[in-house]
């Protein structure tokens, strides 16, 4: 999104005239907008009526096309002053807007030609009396339709407001808002109603609840008809608007669902009814090529997203949850059948595509192979294990030894890093589902060595506290790929290795909560502060994305991947549950027989 720019407009010339009539001071005539239609709208979710509703958040998106116009009425006529208009980056160049006693007669109050975007404030000269406002979008910068947040009014109303406007306006709901809507009211109830301090609870209670409500994530924004999950939703109102599931957050879902009937938070049976509906779509509805699956896809029709890639790593995830939920649900035939199907229909030597040793990144829809691959200590380490330890088309087990292991220091601290930016999520997935404790392939400890990435990583927001001192300390670190400042996607990284996305006073949860097993004490002291300091993060699945006190940020999202990460680690740090299921999977017990593990003595957090 572009930074929004304020811009004025003093409009000379011929003017309707208020004078001589009664008026109330001038004020937000949002609460006399009663109505508003759009020629045209990406969908009821974006409709004209989101533009008045008064929520910076929703938006009106028109489809994409030139002239388009969106009218508004008001429930009286008001002596119009001021108009501001906050655009998306999806806005018209060229565009008129009038006025209107009638809807017959249209007045002039501006125009532009050439708008790049941003917010554009339009004053008056003097007052214009209207009952109607119109603006006629007639060509548009992007590719994409014509988009605002909210066009406010300011003015003089000649009289009281009517009972009901647009401010707080929801479309009529479809089942599936309704289902929406009712999640978001009950788990919203619940999060207001949860202690707004940790002080009173153990710390096995505050990680109850931590993962209590990341949980409800893969239960209340999954599609039960089919098990799709969103790759991000809102944790502060409905994810009615939110369409595109993600593969990844599916494998999550499916993990989440075995420590959901594991924690009693559903029925084994309701968990085990939502595994089986949502395997029984991978295997004979979803869209696949050798068994990979697509990265994006259409929460409802499950149809790829358009442009979106086969990916080996987003696949790699969903496979960890299907060996889990086969594990923990082992003595039921149609899990374990639907399980077993979709991991034996997986060909990890087509995914080396020629090369003896590194899988590829993945393949575009056309099926051409993406120009990357697996090669260095990543999350990638989890398609090594899975592919080594498949039961057909493995991938050869020299390729564990084959791939990079470079090293880097930061703060004393030592581990294996990326030829880029580091982010910690690299370090933490593949701990979430291997139990690496206590194993060395003589070359490295890899939980060590995610120990090391994390005290690293500390080490750094505590070095960076001197430029960020409302943000970063000993109790207040964390970094991580996430929303940040203006809801734009950033991989915040830490060295060695210039982060990807400059540090900017952002602190990312998951970051810290997912590095649990790595560094209890460290973490839960600084997911404590940050519940009881920043308790405006919290809502209806818990901890927000990401909070940045220096810019009196909170992000309104959360991210399915990083609430799995959340929910995944502690429930290992509580009870090295997920460890245990995905670690006595026939496919994983391969893979750590032919990877060659030695024992590695265990070391205390530093």
């Known amino acids: 999104m572009r930074p929004r720019l304020l811009i004025s407009f003093v409009l000379t010339g011929s003017l309707f005239a208020c004078a001589g009539r009664a008026r109330l001071p001038e004020q937000s005539l949002k609460p006399w907008i009663v109505e508003a239609v759009a020629t045209s709208s990406e969908s009821r979710h974006y ?6 509703d008064g929520d910076r958040e929703t938006r009106w998106s028109s489809q994409f096309a030139d002239n388009q116009v969106l009218t508004a009425r008001f429930g009286a006529m008001c002596g119009i002053r001021q108009i501001v208009i906050a655009w998306e980056a999806a806005c018209a160049s060229d565009y008129v807007v009038e006025l209107s006693e009638d809807q017959k007669t249209w007045k002039q109050a501006a125009s532009r030609t050439g708008w790049t975007g941003g917010t554009d404030t339009i004053v008056l ?4 009396r209207a009952g109607y406002m119109r603006l006629r979008c007639l060509k548009r910068t992007t590719a994409w339709g014509n988009s605002i947040f909210e066009i406010d009014l300011f003015g003089s109303p000649e009289a009281e407001p009517p009972g009901k406007s647009l401010l707080g306006f929801e479309a009529a709901p479809s089942p599936w808002d309704k289902r929406c809507r009712e999640a978001r009211d009950m788990l919203m109830k619940a999060a207001a109603s949860d202690p707004k301090k940790s002080a009173g609870m153990s710390d096995d209670q505050f990680l109850e609840l931590v993962s209590r409500r990341a949980f409800d994530y893969f239960w209340w924004e999954a599609n039960p008809e089919n098990g799709l999950v969103l790759d991000q939703a809102e944790n502060f109102r409905s994810s009615e608007s939110r369409k595109i599931a993600s593969t990844a957050a599916v494998g999550f879902g499916l993990t989440a669902y075995a ?7 559903v029925t084994r049976n309701e968990a085990a009814e939502r595994v089986r509906k949502t395997l029984s779509f991978y295997l004979h509805s979803a869209a696949h090529n050798h068994g990979f699956y697509y990265h994006f896809l259409d929460m409802f029709t499950g149809n790829p997203e358009e442009g979106t890639e086969l990916s080996s790593i987003d696949s790699a995830l969903f496979f960890c949850g299907v060996i889990t939920v086969a594990r923990e649900f082992s003595d039921d035939t149609d899990i374990v059948r639907l399980a077993g199907s979709i991991l034996d229909r997986v060909d990890w030597k087509w995914m080396l595509n020629g090369h003896p040793h590194f899988p590829a990144h993945g393949a575009d829809p056309s099926g051409k192979f993406l120009n990357a691959r697996w090669g260095s200590t990543t999350e990638g380490m989890l398609c090594y294990i899975l592919g080594i330890g498949a039961g057909n088309n493995p991938m050869p087990p020299e390729s564990w030894r084959a791939f990079d292991r470079h090293t880097g220091t930061y703060g004393g601290h030592e581990f294996f890093v990326e030829y880029g930016a580091q982010s910690i999520f690299r370090f933490q997935y593949p701990c979430l589902w291997y139990d690496f404790r206590g194993r060395h392939d003589g070359i490295a400890d890899y939980f060590q060595n995610g120990v090391e990435a994390t005290l690293a990583m500390r080490q750094y927001c505590i070095d960076k506290a001197k430029d960020f001192p409302k943000s970063y300390g000993p109790d207040m670190w964390g970094l991580g790929a996430s929303n940040g400042p203006g809801d734009k996607y950033l991989i915040y990284g830490f060295p060695p290795g210039e982060p990807e996305a400059p540090v900017d ?4 949860v998951y970051a810290i909560g997912g590095s649990t097993p790595f560094t209890p004490e460290y973490s839960i002291a600084a997911m404590r502060r940050i519940y009881d300091r920043h308790h405006e993060s919290w809502g209806k699945h818990g901890f927000t994305d990401a909070v940045n006190p220096t810019l009196d940020f909170v992000t309104r999202r959360t991210v399915g991947l990083d609430q799995g990460t959340l929910l ?38 530093p």
Do not use: C
């Open 568 to 605: 995944l680690a502690i429930e290992n740090h509580r009870s090295g549950y997920v460890w245990k299921q995905f670690m006595s999977h026939p496919m994983i017990e391969r893979a750590t027989k032919r990877i060659g593990w030695k024992s590695s003595p265990p070391r205390d957090d």
């Open 505 to 508: 006073g952002t602190v990312v």
């Open 47 to 52: 409709s004209g009526e989101f533009a008045f």
């Open 259 to 265: 420590i959901g009937a594991e924690r009693g938070w």
């Open 125 to 128: 000269a003097e007052p214009m």
